[in-house]
């Protein structure tokens, strides 16, 4: 989908103009993949546009950078300074996706070179709708079991979010695109289910949720871990376990977390329906608990909610 430019990028500790963020086609990360980042949501609340989880993504993303050895000439706090800094200088009052980045950048050439390239990092904030279209949320998506696995764990470190990762999630998303599905679902390197190209999987089976355990190749998701702890104040049960992939044909429900996604239902699994082939009652109480954070009907008990202040002009902007 095209990006909606914004005025402003954060570059190297500035905010700089959109056209303005480039890097050096020499750069380390273009030719290696060391780029580490994040994708984070801000939502519209009735107190205002808050980021969402802002604290864990971005100790996620200094955790990716420290299995990679990428030393971020920044600390947390100013990133996630930054991340307040491209929403309200870019007068996002409706929301938006916020995209940190950090990588190595123009230096030396070679894989692991004497002399280190500088770290680069960026952060851009743009308004951004469902990931998997409109209709996704409550009709569900079709997806197939991609015959392209997940990463091993002596190969790629799965729990980094880390550039060269979504190379293995960009041959199982276009394989599920040209097959005509929304999405494909990785398996693990002993066949288990692992995750889909970009978000966690569960499955719901006689009203317990399953989801695979991080020893099975997928991403320490921060959605994954909100549906973990809104099921425990609904009173429902979760195992992190291995998922045996038949049980993606045999659940009654199963859904995608993720920023991206939120919380998606899939009906189909290789064209056979999962449960019913539509929605199902346990994800659409997790849906109404998720988004009830940010329309205020679920008590943000966490602390998950962090508030953008915007400058004066931008709030008037916005009928504020
Ligand atoms: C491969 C992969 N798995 C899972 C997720 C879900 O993670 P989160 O909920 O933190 O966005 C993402 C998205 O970031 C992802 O790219």
Known sequence: ???????YIWFNGKLVAWESATVHVLAHALHYGSSVFEGIR??????????FRL???????????????ITLPFSGEQINDACHEVIAANGLTRGAYIRPVAFRGYGEIGVAPKIE??????????EWGKYLGHESEAEGVDACVSSWHRVAPNTLPAMAKAAGNYLSSQLISLEAKRLGFAEGIGLAPDGTVSEGAGENIFVVKDGVLLTPDLSHAGLGGITRDTVVKLAGTIGLEVRETAVPRELLYLADEAFFTGTAV??????S?????????????????????FFGLFSGATPDRWGWLD???FPAKARAQAGA
């Open 117 to 126: 390239p500088p770290v680069e990092v960026a952060v851009a904030a743009w």
């Open 55 to 69: 604290r864990d993504h971005t100790r996620r993303l200094f955790d990716s950078a420290k299995v990679y050895r």
């Open 262 to 267: 939120e919380i998606t239902p899939i009906r």
């Open 269 to 289: 699994v290789d064209r056979q329906p999962v449960g019913s082939g539509r929605r199902g009652p346990i994800t659409e109480q997790l849906q109404q608990a």
């Open 42 to 51: 801000a939502y519209e609340t009735p107190q205002g546009v808050a980021i």
């Open 1 to 7: 989908m095209p990006i909606p430019a914004t005025p």
């Open 307 to 309: 508030g953008v202040e």
